[in-house]
């Protein structure tokens, strides 16, 4: 069993920054890709970021292009999301995810994934 904790949630107001970080547990971390998604209430969960297992492969969704972006550590099993001029739309619970297969590239689809965190709640004031 992996476990995936998030930190650096938190309220904000609009146009300010933020990084979300995901640590896992274990020592198969650098040989999976990661990614970021997101839920708003009342939304469906809805695809933000990913990064392959390598760190050499990347894609964020149209949403938060030139604003959010991903990286990773893998000598610190560490996950990040580096969040700039955040807006109110941003305002969701953040979820980092663990893929299912072993040196993939990373997906847009929450089905590839297997493992969970528990969620960071940001919220960004107007």
């Known amino acids: 069993q992996v476990l995936l904790v998030e930190s650096g949630g938190g309220l904000v107001q609009a146009g300010d920054s933020l990084t979300l970080s995901c640590t896992s547990s274990?020592?198969?971390?650098?040989?999976?890709?990661m990614a970021w998604f997101r839920q708003a209430p009342g939304k469906e969960r809805e695809f933000v970021a990913t990064i392959s297992w390598g760190g050499h492969r990347w894609k964020v969704a149209d949403s938060v292009k030139d604003r959010f972006t991903i990286s990773r550590d893998n000598t610190r099993n560490a996950l990040n999301l580096r969040m700039n001029s955040l807006k109110s739309e941003d305002t969701a619970f953040y979820y980092c995810a663990r893929e299912r297969a072993l040196y993939g590239l990373g997906s847009e689809s929450s089905d590839d994934y297997a493992f969970w965190g528990q969620g960071a709640q940001v919220t960004v004031s107007s």
């Open positions: 274990g020592n198969s971390f650098g040989k999976y890709a």
